[in-house]
């Protein structure tokens, strides 16, 4: 990702201090370009929690991140059980958000590394060492994500004749939220890279407009012709020709393909649906939940603080605002995701392939799960 033309991840250690990780304050952006530090295990629990990260592969970095942090700890050192103390910590950086299932892989990666260590030195080099291995796997999977969904946009500009291409996406599965490249974007990116002409339609996204504040800065940034709509305004779109595919990210899919996205997502693949669009999910392995099937019924929503839909943010010029957008007798829900039913799906674009939402269409890309055996319902 492009900023002011330099290169950067979402999310690394600091070059000079091996005690601190850096990222982007994700609550300030596009406004303020504010790169934070995290010091410690609970620094990481905050910026999970608080949403300065977000998107389900970096909140899964942060967490391993953290779970590194805390090896660093002087009390570790001082513990008789340093992998009870550890695992204090992982349940800990578990409990911060529930939806993304990228956190607790992260964690149980960077965890089990440690199982063998013999002192608080070796599980701080092992476990740098995995978040590292985490860091470069997840770009790798979202570059060939990029490849696989840059065919069905390179198929979509030649039925067209060459005229651009028209994505809808909602939320912020981009950079930012994905190490580098990003899932629904990296086959955006790579389009514009090999000439093809692209225009993005942004979802707002309400409440915490991670569309208008995230995604089309990106896509500035980068070059990529775009324009933001309400949320409600996608539909309309579709029915007039205006849209030629959509592609959204996840935060966790089942074994039977049936996808966790910010709220809304749903509403857009109904739509897509009646339209006869293409509704495409962009993943990385790591946000597939093989142990569950139906998404409905198992994967758990986060609901969150009333308050970022009774209040809003903007820029006036010089600095963030927040205001109040309903009267002080209303009160709100807040659900953060909803589940979008495999049937409305028309394919997965994963690093492996693009297959149809489904468990068979999952195994044909990923055989080695066939023998992986969904536990009941999550708690």
Known sequence: MLINQKHYRSIWLHPDHPGVVQTFDQRKLPFEVEIVDIESP????????????????????????????????????????????????KEKLLSTRPTAVNLQWALERVYNRMADCLDADEMSDTALKAVQSILDEEVAMSERIGMNGLELIREISRRKGGAPVNIL???????????????????????????????????????????????????????????????????????????????????????????????GTYLKAL???????????????????????????????????????????????ARIHRIRVTGTATGAVNHGFDVTPARLITGLITERGVCPASEEGLLSLFPEKISTSPPGPLS
């Not at 970096?58 to 103390?85: C, D, R, S, V, W």
């Open 169 to 263: 996406t909602h939320c912020n599965a981009g950079w930012i939220a994905c190490i580098d490249y990003g899932t629904a974007t990296a086959p955006i990116y790579l389009a514009k890279e090999q000439g093809i002409p692209v225009h993005v339609w942004v979802d707002e996204t309400r409440p915490r407009n991670q569309g208008a504040r995230l995604t089309a800065w990106e896509l500035g940034e980068n070059g990529i012709p775009h324009h933001l709509i309400v949320d409600n305004a996608g539909g309309h779109l579709m029915q007039h020709g205006m849209v030629d595919m959509v592609i959204v990210g996840t935060d966790r899919t089942t074994r039977q393909g049936d996808v966790a996205n910010k709220i």
């Open 42 to 89: 609970q620094q990481a629990c905050d910026a999970i929690k608080d949403m300065l990260v977000r998107g389900a592969p970096l909140i899964g970095a942060t967490g391993a991140f953290g779970l590194y942090l805390a090896t660093l700890l002087p009390e570790l050192g001082e513990a008789e059980n340093k992998l009870q103390k550890l695992s204090d910590w």
């Open 271 to 317: 739509a897509a649906f009646d339209n006869q669009i293409p509704f495409y999910i962009a993943l990385p392995s790591s946000t597939i939940d093989w142990g569950i099937r139906d998404g409905i019924r198992e994967i758990p929503i986060e609901e969150r603080d009333e308050e970022e839909v009774l209040f809003s943010e903007g820029w006036d010029g």
